[in-house]
């Protein structure tokens, strides 16, 4: 069946680090994938999208490349900020004409201290 | 802008008793679903609706029941709380799906709900 697969956290980073956290992800056909963001309290927010092969999300100084080749969907910031912390999580989407849905990793906890 | 309400921030209740979460949105959106958010597990789907008093069962429906009477409010009913539904409960709902087009799942801040 479809998955993701996030690394563990937390991820702590003093600010101004660069930021990777991995995602890779299963799925028969062609997904579309996310990376969403969860700030405290709060609810979910869709931070970028790509929606085929080699395209580039990217938003608020965070990228993520659709890799097809590696069944990747890695977030990446040049320079993290304490407001970054937050819950990153990798989710993917098909739509199989049937049961559609979204389908969430585990969620990756980002700490950046000053 | 997009709001998706919930009725409590925060929710305590006792083993057996019966609970309702409430979820409201101002969009006009079609979808809306109710997740369950638990440490290392991520978002799991429990209910969705896609229209006015139709539902489908997500990947973990026991124990939970859903009413969508009216198209901009959706209910996650618990028959009878258990200890083992301690959790987050999130709501979002989205414009319908076309073929081959995703449209954003829009979140609400979720529910803490504690069963003792």
Not at chain 1, 89 to 98: P, Q, R, T, V, Y
Not at chain 2, 82 to 88: D, I, K, L, P, V
């Amino acid at each position: 069946g479809n998955s993701v697969t996030q690394m563990e956290g937390p991820v702590t980073l003093s600010e101004e680090a660069f930021l990777t956290i991995n995602c890779t992800y299963t799925a028969t056909g062609y997904p579309s994938l996310f990376w969403y963001v969860q700030y405290p309290g709060e609810g979910l927010q869709l931070l970028l999208k790509a929606t085929k092969a080699d395209d580039k999300g990217s938003n608020k100084g965070f990228e993520a490349t659709y890799r097809k080749e590696t069944t990747s969907f890695h977030l990446e910031k040049g320079s993290v900020q304490v407001s970054d912390s937050a819950v990153y999580f990798c989710a993917l989407f098909m739509f199989s004409g049937g049961y559609n849905k979204l389908i969430f990793g585990a969620g990756t906890r980002l700490a950046v201290h000053p | 802008d997009v709001k998706v309400t919930q009725s409590s921030r925060y929710l305590v209740k006792r083993t057996g008793e019966k609970v309702f979460l409430e979820c409201v949105q101002d969009m006009d959106h079609e979808n809306m679903f109710w997740y369950r958010q638990d440490p290392g597990l991520g978002l799991r789907l429990i209910y969705f609706s896609y229209d006015v008093k139709m539902k489908e069962k997500g990947d973990i429906p026991e124990g939970y029941s859903v009413s969508r009477e009216k198209k901009e409010r959706f209910s996650l009913i618990l028959e009878s709380a258990s200890t083992n539904q301690t959790s987050m409960y999130l709501c979002a709902s989205s414009s319908t799906w076309t073929s081959g087009t995703y449209n954003e799942q829009f979140f609400g801040p979720g529910t803490r709900l504690t069963v003792l």
